[in-house]
């Protein structure tokens, strides 16, 4: 994927790492089946010794990983990117949390936990609020004269990807327990699983970018070519057609909008 500066199909990373994590899910999926509960804080063991490897490697190389992608490539700082967003041990954290959710609702099969109206509007608020302090919680730090504060990048970098996930760990499992409301219903319409969801800001800017030139471009080359041809053809083949008589003595011109109306052909010598 990345070797010494050269970026070659960096998208290529997440099934770098899907496959990894496939590989190693019996030695997570197993146990928890066998010993169930009792494996539980092994997982939360794994995942708080994963966090805090991040947060030392962020602390100790001094990164600022709230800067835009554009950034670390400017700083060259590939290494670094690498360990703290294409690594396992990044992204093994949300996915362990996510085979948590999925024993939880396997083990409840067709039960609800019956939650009162406040917990689920607690619910509901908490992952409102840390979804907006991921987004927009770096916004100072993404400044361009923006001083690195270390151990803000430190905490920010082991923990806001834990945060997300809970954040959609909730509302599956609120949408799963008919707490969703609205959202479930929108998200259950097939319209919404069909199509695609444009996830970032920049990736929305990029959609219509693109639109727009398709538009652009390909109404230019309907009206150059394709308009005149159409036109042209229509002309060619309009109204009246000349045919020979099969003598040679005479010519019979056959109108065939008259003709189709009345269902005759009329001749003239």
Same mark, same amino acid.
């Given at each position: ?97 996510? &085979? +948590? ?8 099969? /067709? *039960?609800?936990?019956?939650? !009162?109206?406040?917990?689920? #509007? ?99 080359? &309907? +009206? ?8 042209? /053809? *229509?002309?060619?083949?309009? !109204?009246?057609?000349?045919? #020979? ?25």
């Amino acid at each position: 994927m990345l070797l010494n500066s050269v970026k070659c199909l960096i998208h290529t990373w997440y099934l770098s790492v899907d496959m990894q994590l496939y590989v190693l899910a019996p030695l997570v999926l197993i146990p928890l089946h066998k010993w169930r509960k009792k494996f539980i804080p092994v997982i939360i063991f794994i995942m708080a010794g994963l966090s805090s490897y991040t947060f030392y490697v962020i602390l100790e190389e001094e990164a600022n990983i709230m800067k835009s992608i554009e950034t670390f490539w400017s700083l060259n700082l590939n290494k670094m990117f690498v360990f703290v967003y294409f690594g396992i041990q990044t992204r093994a954290v949300p996915w362990l949390l996510g &085979v +948590l959710l999925g024993y939880g609702i396997f083990n409840l099969k /067709e *039960q609800r936990c019956q939650l !009162s109206k406040l917990t689920v #509007t607690a619910g509901w608020v908490c992952s409102l609020i840390t979804v907006l302090a991921i987004i927009f919680g770096p916004y100072e730090a993404q400044q361009i004269l923006a001083k690195n504060d270390v151990l803000d990048n430190a905490f920010y970098g082991s923990l806001s990807r834990i945060g997300w996930s809970l954040c959609v760990i909730w509302l599956i499992f609120a949408c799963h327990q008919g707490y969703g409301g609205l959202l479930d219903s929108f998200l259950s319409y097939r319209s919404s699983r069909d199509c695609e969801v444009v996830g970032t800001y920049e990736s929305f800017q990029r959609l219509w970018r693109d639109l727009g030139i398709i538009m652009t471009v390909s109404t230019f080359l &309907v +009206l150059i070519f394709e308009s005149p041809i159409v036109a042209l /053809e *229509q002309f060619l083949l309009r !109204s009246e057609h000349k045919r #020979t008589n099969i003598n040679g003595r005479s010519t019979q011109v056959v109108d065939l909008d008259e003709s189709s109306q009345n269902g005759e052909i009329s001749s003239r010598m």
